[in-house]
């Protein structure tokens, strides 16, 4: 057949149509199902090590999360950390009902087979701390072990049946719960889909088909290397999904889990939930084994933007990016890497770059706001209202004084002084000069300001330098006028968080800082920011970190708004209209 462009876009449409039935619409409706692994998975591979105090913390933040099943130890021969908060779950009392533990289904390999015989010992921990939801870990093609010589998967399922048989007779459960809540991993699930699927496949038989007394609750799998591409995880994924569903277990839940390597973990993780997985168990940040995981805050987030109403009722996902930063600076000692997806301190630039598909706005979510921007503009209400929100309430307040503040603003316009008026230091100056009396929160930010002030003057002279640089570089009438075009702005100031040089959404976002809409950015109307971010935090040392958070924290929110305004107007082509 002939090319034709007609045909073409008719089968791009039809290969969109199929990605949006099998998976938008899958992940968009599922009822997603979360094991926060935050305790144990964000402390493997780590310099710092988990204290008491740690763990602690972190419990606090995923329970923030209306997270309800927490892994909460790993056990091992050694007391460690682990048994320290286990025991302090057991000294409070703690509901149990909803933390678990992991175990190995046998703790060594002896002469090629499995010990069957030695209950593991973090069974044993289990049962003392009263740990009755039990995560059992396997491998299915361990080299170790001499399969079908000295071990089969019969054997294996029989060693699982009777580790499970002894969970029920031998941990004491909570009153009202009638059975443990117990799931396996599958640890080496791709190598042996890979070499052993007939292997993996019966084993997933005998696990659906156990009596219901004694049947687990889910089931696991894992790519431990993060080496596989999505569509083979959604194969595998589908696999098993299907072979649960056919031998009786369809309520049964599939949970993955996909380490870090070659950056796929996400995409993955999120093709095995539209393939047939009904959750993850991970931690809330990616930090981890070897390089890192699939976080259940960033796979959680894109069910969000995709319109899942089910993940939004069940869990406080506005309070995911605080827990995960607070988990990785618990962890690591650090803030999260600022372009880190979701919780990194620039995770929203993008979001003001692109469009992207639909309304989803992350800054919005978050409940991120642009500072307000008091101008020559500000009515006496906005001015009245932006002390209160900044000083509370005051009788000096009112209508009066604010009006004040208002033709100070204008007698300063004409007179050329160039002040902002946004920051705690900013406006209390101008209530000041307007003849109110400061409060002492008002007088605290001004000795604050002014004793920062000498090293801001040098700050301010070092990007007024950087922006003279590019100001006389720029041609006829336009060189050293004070002003930059928008390619000389974004080469200068703009590229290090917005990469995307020529999108409409850069240049509509540009607008944001053109106050007077002149199609270029007056040094006086930048130079509003960068005294804002020196007012509001005086401990700034460096131009680039007035810079940086003059971008961050002041012209990038208000940038958000110039789009959202600009986005009601935007009409695009898509194989999606």
Known sequence: MAFSIANEVARAKADIERVRIEKRERLKNMEFFLLDNSIRESTVGQLRSHTLETKLEIFRHVQKTRAKHIVVASFSHMTRVDDDFCQWIVDNNLDRSGLFSFSEVSDRIVDGTYDNETVPVSMLKNQKYGLYNTFFEADLASNDVEWDVKFTIKDMCQLVSKWIHWVHDNIKRDAGDSKPMILLNMRDLPLAMTEYPERVLEFVTFLSKMPEKYRMFALAFEDP??????????????????????????????????????????????????????????????????????????????????????????????????????????????????????????????????????????????????????TTLATVDMLRVRLEHLFGEDKQFNDEICGRMKKVMLEDLRSGRKEEYMSEAGIALLFDRSGGKLTERMSEVIVNMKSAAPHHEAIIADIRKLWDEYDYNEKGLKKGDGCLEFDSFYHGFMAPYFGCYRCRDTKKAFQAIDMDSDNKVDWNEFLVYIKWALHQYPEITKADQAMEIAFEKGIIPAMRDEKLRNRQNYKGTSFRN
Request: hydrophobic letters at 40%.
């Open 225 to 374: 290397f993060g080496e596989y591409l999505p569509e083979e995880l959604a194969a595998w994924t589908a696999a098993i999904r299907r072979t649960m569903n056919a031998n009786g277990w369809s309520s049964g839940k599939l949970l993955v889990h996909v380490h870090q390597k070659w950056d796929l973990q996400t995409a993955s993780q999120l093709d095995c939930l539209s393939a047939g997985a009904d959750g993850v168990w991970a931690s809330m940040c990616e930090e981890g084994a070897a390089l890192g995981h699939a976080c259940s805050c960033v796979t959680m987030m894109n069910l969000v933007r995709m319109g899942n109403e089910k993940i939004v009722k069940d869990y406080n996902c506005k309070y995911l990016r605080t827990a995960a930063m607070e988990i990785t600076r618990l962890t690591t000692g650090k803030d999260p890497h600022p372009k880190q997806p979701i919780y990194g301190s620039r995770a929203v630039d993008l979001v003001f770059g692109f469009l992207g598909i639909g309304d989803f706005d992350v800054a919005d979510f978050f409940g991120m706001e642009a500072p307000n921007r008091i």
